[in-house]
């Protein structure tokens, strides 16, 4: 799994909050602690399946609401920019 490193972190421990740049290593990497991010899902609003329903379900895990108001999924925070295949 993709770890990331917060950028912040980079400027804190390596440039010494702007103050001078302190050499950095390779090895140093493994370091600085993974930030706790979480990779953006990216899903889209479907047909929920039960007809004449104005509500929509997200792609990703079928949650259903009504659905155009939001750009992410208020269940799992897919974000609602995959095309439609
Ligand atoms: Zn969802």
Avoid at 43 to 58: K, V
């Amino acid at each position: 799994m993709a770890e990331y490193i917060e950028k912040s972190e980079i400027y804190r421990r390596y440039f010494n909050n702007g103050c001078g740049v302190v050499r950095l290593h390779v090895s140093d990497i493994d370091v600085i602690p993974a930030a706790d991010v979480a990779p953006v899902v990216h899903g889209r609003w479907i047909d929920n399946g039960i007809p004449g329903s104005m509500l929509s379900g997200c792609s990703e895990c079928g949650f259903t609401c009504g659905a155009y108001s939001f750009k992410y999924c208020p269940n799992c925070g897919a974000k609602m920019d995959k095309e439609e295949v």
